[in-house]
């Protein structure tokens, strides 16, 4: 299993079975996802074509339903007017891209919410970025929340066993209820106005995130494997 609540839910229901493990997803490579210095993420952004005055939420995800990126574009029209400097990349390509396109059209967001279709820079884009941002309806544990957190990002999330998993509420960042877009706006606000709190937040999630790294994976899989072999 890849998350605490799964792990209990197998024990319980499995508790004759000899082996049910807990492991940290499938790993993420910290070389490739690290955090990089102020000097660095500007030229970046330029490079990217974006200001280093832009407040930027990231979103890596397929658009699908359950990722749910029409609530995230709620959010941003409600952003509207007053926080003109925030930019959303939804990074990743899928069968509501269309629908999502013309929800932004229609809110008049297309300055402001950017579909950046499928990359392989995905690493570069969360280290020009403040903030990640998700917005799963079900989640085994996230990979673009654990990819992000070892960049050094802060996290808002809407609440399901994946995502309480990889965030402490406060901490690293904020879990907001599925459908709460006051709540989830009043996040992004607070940790725009707050770059002491989102550095600190960051460094916090880099911690965090190691224990999810390929080397740590990789070594908990081998004992695994080892403890199979000996059994049969």
Known sequence: TIN????????????????IK??????????????IDVDIKVKNRG?????????????????????????????????????????LLLVGTGKKIND???????YELSDRVIFTGYRNDVNQLFQISDVCVATSIREGLGLNIIEAMACSKPVIATQNRGHNELIDHGANGFLIKNGDIEGFKHAIEHLKNNKEKRENMGRYSMLKAEKYSLDNVRVSMETIYRDVNRSV
């Open 47 to 87: 490079l990217l074509g974006y200001s280093i005055d832009d407040f930027i939420l990231i979103y890596a995800a397929e658009l699908n339903d359950n990722k749910n990126q029409e609530f995230l574009i709620d959010v941003m029209k409600k952003l509207d007017g007053y926080n003109d400097d925030v930019k």
């Open 22 to 35: 807990h492991i940290y997803g499938v790993g993420v490579d910290m070389n490739k996802f690290s955090p």
């Open 100 to 106: 999502y396109k013309l929800m932004v059209e229609k």
């Open 4 to 19: 605490e609540e799964d792990h209990q839910l197998a024990i319980r229901r499995f508790k004759n079975n000899s082996k």
